[in-house]
């Protein structure tokens, strides 16, 4: 592999960075699951031990193993981490040193995207966090001096030697490099570290032999870093109401984005059950929305049947509910790069396996033009519209059974005898799912790395400016593929006027990050079928008092009010575009909750957007957490809607510990709470011995440790009670 240096010590390859940057190293490394943990460590060790040099970094989604708090966290926590993450995964060492205010002043680290509440309490990172769209990042990096370039990538043998993927993350990496050239910047170091586990994915991920690309190789299999894999989320009854009135919104035949987390499970779960357990669905959405059942906005932009066409996925993060929408038979919509082909597929008016007079259709649509020269056969035996053993020959095409027809496809029996030869063909060269990086269980690292045929060919994974953008030159190509598109992201807070806030909070810290979210809504707006949806939960509890997450204004803004479209809670569908301002506080006053509605009405009022003679519908007071466990209750004891929809990394001891601990720390978080805090340290009930084996409380010796025990078993008592 002449240009390419392999090397296969760690130390060696840090030490040959800090030689070639001249001891100023300006790093990047890809978001999430893309960053080399041990090598960014020996970097920033060597950077650390040596005042005289810099690093900065730039980078997002720093994943990080949480860190248990109290010794009640601990007890439970730590064996479950170890155990899942395994006890000697490469902390990032930059990131631990932010979070604890201890990162040395010749070393800076610039993220445009926080693990979730990560760095709420970190000056440093909240100081030099970068705010960008996820588009606008390979841009921004192209004049910071990027020196060198890190990533984990996938390899595999071909017959011609070794071929790479970016796997997971091709997301950003190649944008930056083709910018930087662009900028006349010189190319950074690129170090690729070998990970046998990590997937090796098609589309731009796979990079070929990468000559050109990789300036070194580490093939180092002992400090090789098990993939981070996100534990399974349980859904409660609110995740799984708003995941229902979501589900209604996608359209057969249409195109999804989704993101990661327990309402894109409760949603993914939910069109699950709308495909394969269609009256079952229907009766959870009939005794969950009632007299609202269905309506105009699921009527004309959704819908409640089954999937026939099925949809196609395009999402900046492939994540684990893709993987199911997959296996259940809903993510089949195939998209090819061919304007007229798209058009004839998405008419109806041919269909992936061709058909006896198909070659009159193809025509009629443009797909077989008049006259063939080289490239338009190509692009007819790339899509698998003609055999490959056709040829162009002088006055004419040459069929593999050695039949010529005239170049002129409108003329005489031309089109007769392609027919022949395409009848029983299929259309190849479609995808069914593009995305920019990967995060996800373990489960989706196995299911991506095993991934053979069309499974894995259909699955494209590509430059983040390909999926978060309609691709200049392209443009009407790029709006056919999405059609009918749902972009489903969630957010904190919004306002009762449409405008929302999901990366930040009202003094200015960031939480995590804008991401694509904006390019997405913008993008709903820009495509003439497609409508952004906004997921949220209504309240959220702060220091035990319940707060409504829709306000009448609000000090962080990620989305702007003229940007409004859909959000959704637990107490139905707001349709807000085009509305006037009125129409829009209407329309959150009857998703929000009950407490928190005349507050708004006043507010509203004040402000000259509602009359001052307004008043509230009566069927708006039932928007309570009471109702809407009432409505759930047949859904969730039946098990059609259970606590892990997709299975759990934990086991049935920790599972019941789990419901029990957060039974304890809701009740410590609320005075209310205090006296059954209190019954159940004086009435600790029938004890379960596996569970306090699991907590090593078992045989308690200190005080503390008695105490401990009481209180655990009391909410274990008390929680096994409450679930039968």
Known sequence: MQGIRQLVDLEDCAERILQHCAGNIVLAAPLGLGKPNRLINAIYRRVVAEPSCRLTIHTALSLEVPRPGSDLERRFAQPFLDRHFGSDYPRLEYAAAMRAGQLPANVRVHEFYFQSGAMLSSPVAQRDYVSLNYTEVAGDLATQGVNVLVQLVARRAREDGWCYSLGCNPDVTLDLLDRMREAGAPKPLVVAVVHEAMPFLSGDADVGSAEGLFDIVLDAPAETQKLFALPRNAVDDVEYAIGLHASTLVRDGGTLQIGIGALSDALVHALMLRQQRNGEYRGALTALQGKRFGGPLVERWGGHDPFVTGIYGSSEMVMDGFMHLRRAGILVRQVHDDLALQRALDSGAIGLRLKSGDAAVLRSKGVLPRHLDSAGLARLVRFGIVPAGCRLVD??????????????????????????????????????????????????????????????????????????????????????????????????????????????????????????????????????????????????????????????????????????????????????????????????????????????????????????????????????????????????????????????????????????????????????????????????????????????????????????????????????????
């Open 395 to 724: 006055g004419g095409l040459q069929l593999p059974d050695g039949a010529i027809v005239a170049n002129d496809l409108d003329a005489g029996d031309a089109l007769e005898v392609i027919d022949r030869h395409i009848a029983g063909r299929s259309i190849i060269g479609g995808r069914y799912l593009q995305g920019g990086f990967c995060l996800g269980s373990a489960e989706l690292y196995r299911w991506l790395a095993n991934l053979q045929g069309h499974d894995h060919a259909g699955l494209e994974m590509c430059r983040i400016s390909e999926v978060n953008l309609l691709q200049r030159g392209i443009e009407t190509l790029a709006a056919e593929e999405r059609r009918d598109a749902r972009f489903f992201n969630t957010c904190m807070v919004a306002t009762a006027l449409g405008a929302a806030a999901s990366d930040a909070l009202e003094d200015g810290r960031v939480v995590s990050g804008v991401g694509g979210q904006y390019n997405f809504v913008a993008l709903a707006h820009g495509l003439d079928d497609a409508r952004s949806v906004l997921m949220l939960r209504a309240t959220r509890r702060v220091k035990g008092r319940l707060t409504s997450n829709i306000h009448w204004t609000y000090g962080h803004t990620t989305i702007p009010r003229h940007l409004r479209d859909v959000y959704v809670t637990e107490y139905g569908i707001a349709d807000l575009r085009g509305k006037t301002d009125e129409d829009c506080v209407k329309a959150m006053l009857a998703i929000c909750d009950a407490h928190f509605q005349a507050g708004l009405v006043r507010d509203a009022i004040a402000a000259r957007k509602l009359s001052p003679d307004f008043t509230l519908p009566e069927a708006w007071s039932g928007n309570t957490a009471e109702n809407l466990a009432r409505r759930m209750r047949a859904a969730r004891t039946s098990g059609l809607l259970p606590d892990y929809p997709f299975g759990s990394d934990f086991d049935a001891v920790e599972i019941r510990l789990l419901a029990a601990l957060s039974w304890l720390k809701s009740g410590l978080e609320r005075p209310r709470g205090w006296t059954a805090m209190i019954a159940a340290l004086f009435r600790p009930g029938q004890r379960d011995p596996a569970a306090m084996q699991r907590m090593q409380l078992a045989d308690p010796r200190s005080l503390r440790e008695r105490l401990m025990a009481r209180l655990v078993a009391g909410a274990l008592t008390r929680t096994r009670e409450r679930h039968g």
